[in-house]
């Protein structure tokens, strides 16, 4: 393991429940937690601000390297997102950043750029990091793999009824295609393409509990040796 801290990889595509069963497994066990998309979402906010073309790679890449950021987590353990000192957690989960997020991802200057930031959330007592290439390429010798997914229709609706929850109106036909087109350009691309570690344990959380996956995923991790601190 990298730097010898205990790290649990959890991959996957969009709406599977990365987010939420990482926060869980990093609360239970007392470990950090690293949102990975969150980073190239935080890219793509940064640059809107800063009047970074998001065509100039070049120029994304040097910001990918330079980017004020930092996570938190509040006193009711909910991860915030914080850019140049401003808690940004809600304006980073806009569908369009997150299409745009998807789309910058696949160049591989901007990859690098992020690696060595990525890697650097790996301190003890542990981590819990979750992405699309976290057990492949940024954590490839991590203790326990995981790679979460779900039907895809599945994690659009769950998307359409999250923002129907914070009042905002959406078409679950165009998520349900959002979805697929992300899905088909996270897999595809020559940079670091989704695909689940080949030591990992899958999970389809399609017709799954939150608790049922969280307790499998503890499960996995204690059979790696990994346990509370």
Do not use: W
């Not at 950021?69 to 369009?96: C, K």
Request: proline share 3%.
């Amino acid at each position: 393991m990298i730097n010898c801290v205990p790290v649990i990889t959890i991959d996957g595509p969009s709406g599977a429940g990365k987010g939420t069963i990482c926060q869980l497994i990093a609360i239970k066990l007392g470990f950090h937690y690293l949102d990975s998309g969150a980073l190239y979402r935080l890219l793509v906010l940064a640059a809107m601000r800063h009047a970074v073309d998001l065509s100039n790679v070049e120029s994304l890449a040097v910001l990918a390297a330079h980017m004020d950021i930092s996570f938190n987590m509040n006193s009711e353990f909910e991860s915030q997102v914080i850019l140049e000192g401003e808690d940004v957690s809600a304006l980073i989960r806009d569908e369009h950043i997150g299409s745009d997020a998807s789309t910058i991802a696949a160049h591989l200057e901007v990859r690098t750029a992020l690696l060595s930031r990525q890697r650097a959330f790996a301190k003890y007592p542990g981590l819990v990091a979750d992405g699309r290439d976290m057990g492949t390429i940024v954590f490839p010798d991590a203790g326990a793999k995981i790679f979460l997914t779900a039907n895809s229709e599945i994690r659009a609706k769950r998307r359409h009824k999250q923002l129907m929850d914070k009042g905002k109106d959406a078409s679950l036909a165009s998520l349900i295609e959002q979805v697929k087109k992300r899905d088909e350009r996270d897999m595809t691309r020559k940079s670091s393409p989704m695909v689940p570690a080949h030591d990992a344990v899958i999970i389809d959380s399609s017709h799954m509990s939150i608790n049922g996956v969280l307790e499998l995923g503890l499960e996995i991790a204690k059979k790696n040796g990994i346990h509370p601190q």
